[in-house]
T-cell receptor
Framework: GENVEQHPSTLSVQEGDSAVIKCTYS??????FPWYKQELGKGPQLIID?????GEKKDQRIAVTLNKTAKHFSLHITETQPEDSAVYFC??????????FGAGTTVTVRA | DTGVSQDPRHKITKRGQNVTFRCDPI?????LYWYRQTLGQGPEFLTY????????KSRLLSDRFSAERPKGSFSTLEIQRTEQGDSAMYLC??????????????FGQGTRLTVV
């Protein structure tokens, strides 16, 4: 099955700086890569996703890049704000229903 | 629609007892998923339904676990003879599934189970 590794496990950034989270996956058949944000006491919420036919996708302050050859993808958050503090999960899927998640990155934005 | 709803939000039970959780998906979603999340880890896939049919079960889902989705609407997850290792957050998600294409999975807030 698919194995997703995520780094770093914790990330502390100054407000206004950028945050980068990196993930690698094992199954070359994976073709869908979503990123979820989970706040305390809540379920994961999709913030951006990318499919294997695209190398980069951007939505306001959030961007995701995908390198299929190297089997890694990254989340970039620019101009971080206190409300960006949360746990972020990457995931990968090689079929149309099952997501394999990374272990998560706890992001803390310092005011 | 207020999104995916799970009940209860918290459950404390004694080892050996049975527990049942309920999930109400977004009304037009044909797919429903159960995931388990332990502290400091990402969610792990347990099972999913396409309408009322349960199409895949993870090996994490032992014989003590059973899930149903009668009539393709709400779903229940039952754990029999609970063990301390069952303590986790149980997440339900739903999506408008399309063949050969992932679509956004919307997660509920989860049911946190503590087995004492």
């Amino acid at each position: 099955g698919e194995n997703v590794e995520q780094h770093p496990s914790t990330l502390s950034v100054q407000e206004g700086d950028s945050a980068v989270i990196k993930c690698t996956y094992s199954d070359s058949a994976s073709n869908y890569f979503p990123w979820y944000k989970q706040e305390l006491g809540k379920g994961p919420q999709l913030i951006i996703d990318i499919r294997s036919n695209v190398g980069e996708k951007k939505d306001q302050r959030i961007a995701v890049t995908l390198n299929k050859t190297a089997k890694h993808f990254s989340l970039h958050i620019t101009e971080t704000q206190p409300e960006d503090s949360a746990v972020y999960f990457c995931a990968a899927s090689f079929n149309d229903y099952k997501l394999s998640f990374g272990a998560g990155t706890t992001v803390t934005v310092r005011a | 629609d207020t999104g995916v709803s799970q009940d209860p939000r918290h459950k404390i039970t004694k080892r050996g007892q049975n527990v049942t959780f309920r999930c109400d998906p977004i009304s037009e979603h044909n797919r429903l998923y159960w995931y388990r999340q332990t502290l400091g880890q990402g969610p792990e896939f347990l099972t999913y339904f396409q309408n009322e049919a349960q199409l895949e079960k993870s090996r994490l889902l032992s014989d003590r676990f059973s899930a149903e989705r009668p009539k393709g609407s709400f779903s229940t997850l039952e754990i029999q003879r609970t063990e301390q290792g069952d303590s986790a957050m149980y997440l339900c998600a739903s999506s408008l599934g399309q063949p050969l294409m992932n679509t956004e999975a919307f997660f509920g807030q989860g049911t946190r189970l503590t087995v004492v």
